[in-house]
């Protein structure tokens, strides 16, 4: 789930973060985790089949984005994404435009977050200012993506849970980078819909905090989970939705941990 005024939300752009990982003996992991997580979250996970073991998945995405918010043209891209189980990280590799000749890396790891995108893949376009606004934005977009890393509900310790009626809140990081998503459910009990109410639009001043959502649909069993296999991302700018990204799923696997095999890879 990007944006971009041109291929991902201009909110989450560059800047450092120090992120610990936290692994524990697979034998202890579910006890932890029925401990620490409320039980409406504890419930998610179990619905949407995470166990542990898992510590990235990888997938792949096809579908069309905006360059710029308020134009009506679309580009189509291909991209491949990693979402991290144990920590909130991720990489987000695209191309795009005629014969792909655009290419855009958006990430979140230990070393900090980037935003670049380059023509003919080594012609610098834009990079992304380091921030606490574009650190701020990337864990927004990871915190609303466990749709697609249903196993980090089980295993990121960094992840705070709380539930607000038929809601679950899920916040990650502190002071000017500390992040929250609201997350919906659907009738199935599972992850629908992600809000923000103030994520920023650009890593240097003026951040200009809007609101901004993401949609889950088209659910499949797949790898032993349920996994939304379509989403769509918007803003709300003066009380009108822009959507700016649509994308589906093509491949989908789970990198396990080594002592606990890949009997759940699946393609």
């Known amino acids: 789930?990007?944006?971009i005024s041109a291929v991902r939300p201009p909110a989450v752009r560059e800047g450092n973060i120090s992120i610990t990982k936290v692994l524990a003996p697979m034998s202890s992991i579910d006890d932890q985790c029925t401990i620490r997580l409320p039980a409406a979250v504890h419930d998610l996970a179990m619905r949407l089949g995470?166990?542990?073991g898992a510590c990235s998945v990888m997938l792949t995405q096809t579908g069309r984005m905006k360059r710029k918010i308020e134009v009506?043209?679309?580009?189509?891209?291909s991209a491949t994404q990693t979402i991290s189980t144990q920590a909130c990280e991720f990489d987000w590799r695209a191309r795009a435009g005629p014969l792909g000749l655009i290419s855009a890396n958006d990430a979140l790891k230990d070393d900090g977050a980037r935003f670049d995108i380059f023509a003919l893949g080594?012609?610098?376009?834009?990079?992304?200012?380091?921030s606490a606004a574009l650190i701020r934005?990337?864990?927004m977009r990871y915190l609303a993506e466990l749709a697609w890393a249903p196993d980090a509900i089980l295993l990121n310790p960094a992840l705070r849970w709380r539930a607000v009626g038929e809601d679950l809140l899920v916040s990650a990081g502190s002071g000017d980078t500390a992040a929250e998503v609201r997350l919906?459910?659907?009738?199935n009990g599972r992850i629908a819909g992600a809000f923000a109410p103030d994520r920023p639009r650009s890593a240097s001043p003026p951040n200009l905090p809007t609101a901004w959502r993401g949609r889950f649909w088209d659910y499949r069993r797949h790898a032993n989970r349920w996994l939304p296999f379509a989403a769509e991302v918007a803003w709300d700018i003066s009380g009108s939705e822009r959507v700016y990204w649509q994308g589906t799923i093509g491949a989908w696997e789970i990198h396990s941990l080594p002592n606990a095999g890949c009997a759940d890879r699946g393609g």
């Open 1 to 3: 789930m990007s944006n």
């Open 50 to 52: 995470a166990r542990p």
């Open 72 to 77: 009506d043209s679309w580009m189509s891209f």
């Open 122 to 130: 080594i012609i610098p376009i834009a990079r992304a200012e380091r």
């Open 137 to 139: 934005g990337e864990l």
């Open 184 to 187: 919906s459910l659907d009738e």
